[in-house]
């Protein structure tokens, strides 16, 4: 099994940044695909990028070329790096984890994909 703790959210105005980190522990020695989902006020919750193990990323359309997803090995940490904020990214943030190489092309973006699961952070854009 796998821990996975998120921190970084926080209020911020529409064009800030934040940057958010999920640091594992636990069995950190497996391979993962690593995933953050959001979910926003009665929304569902959504895949906005994905990690797989060989560094090949996946994002959204409603968040690439703004979002930034990366990791550091040494640190056992997830990274969310996200740009250009808009009022519409206002979510509860989760960091994800399923044992596998690489996140399935499908369906990365469901959650029932991923077994583990950090308790979220906050991101408030006005």
């Known amino acids: 099994h796998v821990q996975l703790v998120e921190s970084g959210g926080g209020s911020v105005q529409a064009g800030g940044s934040l940057k958010l980190s999920c640091a594992a522990s636990?069995?950190?020695?497996?391979?993962?695909?690593m995933a953050w989902f959001r979910q926003g006020p009665g929304k569902d919750r959504e895949g906005v990028a994905n990690?797989?193990?060989?560094?090949?990323?996946t994002y959204s359309d409603s968040v690439r070329g703004r979002f930034t997803i990366s990791r550091d090995n040494a640190k056992n940490t997830l990274y969310l790096q996200m740009n250009s904020l808009k009022p519409e990214d206002t979510a509860m943030y989760y960091c994800a984890a399923d044992q596998r190489d690489f996140c399935p092309t499908n369906t990365w973006h469901v959650q029932a994909t991923f077994d583990y699961w950090g308790q979220g952070t906050q991101v408030t854009v006005s």
């Open positions: 990690l797989n193990s060989d560094g090949s990323t």
């Open positions: 636990g069995r950190t020695d497996r391979q993962y695909c």
